[in-house]
């Protein structure tokens, strides 16, 4: 089955495009199975690789929001059936930092150091597989794999405190774009009164359209934070940080400023989700005298994934998704840097 080549996207160093070539179709070794691409996630991730802010000297396939259909296994294989479609979860078993670079185990992983889904073909450890519900298109299961599990594990469980079904809670999300669009729609599901703000009017509009309260570009929200601003300045409890940079941290810590005096409760939080090589600009004292709590995420767990495509199958989430070409990659990543894509945008690779 795994002979000949396959069409792929390869990351190579000092390119800031991805280069699309012939290369061949992978063989899977004990306990991994040959998945065919069904569909897969193009994440500012990717974006973020290309432009070598994480110096990366390896080569390989990017792509690391993916579903396909296994098709082949290798020895000591159990429990896999060939056919049915999988959502990939990027962990690698015993992954370790490599030894080539400074990057963490994050960095060797599916589509992030080890080959990935930009391409017909992909090799993965049997425990990496997770059944997509029945019904659920490829293109929208494949966002459980990565964008979902990720704003799950922000909103689900760093928020936890703050955002348990029925809560009451006030919630500022920053960046309405691939996740940050999900992230509305899941805390609108728990009952928060959701906040949102983008410098973009058309992820504004996305965003009051999936349920925000109210939406706000950079300087609107700096006005309701005022202490002058009509009636009492904007306060949230948790703050969703999908961009992560200087003036949204700054916001965003000046938006979770609440009742220190109050100390049933924990604090603000303000959880950072966003890549970005800003230096943030805090100091223990500022984080202490407003009891403000900044919390990072990254990814999620096996359970995380399998309640994400659970989210998407009970249509909890309706991701605004688009697909596109394998070919179109490059097009699909120029726009994601000019800011100009809403939603997903989801390569079909075969």
Known sequence: ??????????????????????VPIPTPGPQQVLV??????VCHSDTFILSASLPDPRSYILGHENVGYAVQVGSDVQGITIGQLYA?????????????????????????????????????????LVPVPHGLAPEVACLAADSLITVYNAVHNAA????????????????IGGLGHQAVQLAKSYGATVYACDVKPAARELALA?????????????????????????????????????????????????????????GGLVVL???????????????????????????????????????LAKGVVKPVVATEPLDNVNTILNGLKAGIIAGRKVVIPS
Request: with cysteine; net charge negative.
């Open 1 to 22: 089955m795994s002979t000949g080549t396959m069409r792929a996207a390869v990351y190579v160093p000092g390119h800031n495009e991805l280069v699309l070539q012939d």
């Open 36 to 41: 065919k691409a069904a569909a897969a996630g």
């Open 88 to 128: 990939i979860w990027d962990v690698v078993p015993c992954s370790l930092a490599h030894p080539s670079t400074s990057l963490s185990p994050a960095f060797e992983s599916v589509g992030l150091g080890t080959n990935g889904g930009f391409a017909e073909y992909v090799v993965v450890n049997q425990t990496e």
């Open 160 to 175: 936890q405190v703050n955002l348990s079904q029925g809560t009451n809670k006030r919630v500022l999300i920053f960046g």
């Open 210 to 266: 999936l349920g925000a309260d109210r939406a706000f570009d950079l300087v609107q929200l700096t006005a309701a934070l005022e202490p002058a601003a009509e009636g009492r300045p904007l306060a949230v409890d948790v703050v969703l940080d999908f961009v992560s940079n200087q003036e949204t941290f700054t916001l965003g810590k000046a938006a979770v400023r609440l009742d220190i005096t109050n100390f049933s409760t924990l």
């Open 273 to 311: 989700v966003g890549f970005a090589t800003d230096q943030l600009p805090m100091s223990s004292l500022g984080l202490i005298e407003w009891r403000t709590n900044v919390l990072p995420v990254l990814y999620g767990t096996l359970d995380d994934l399998r309640a994400s495509l659970d989210l």
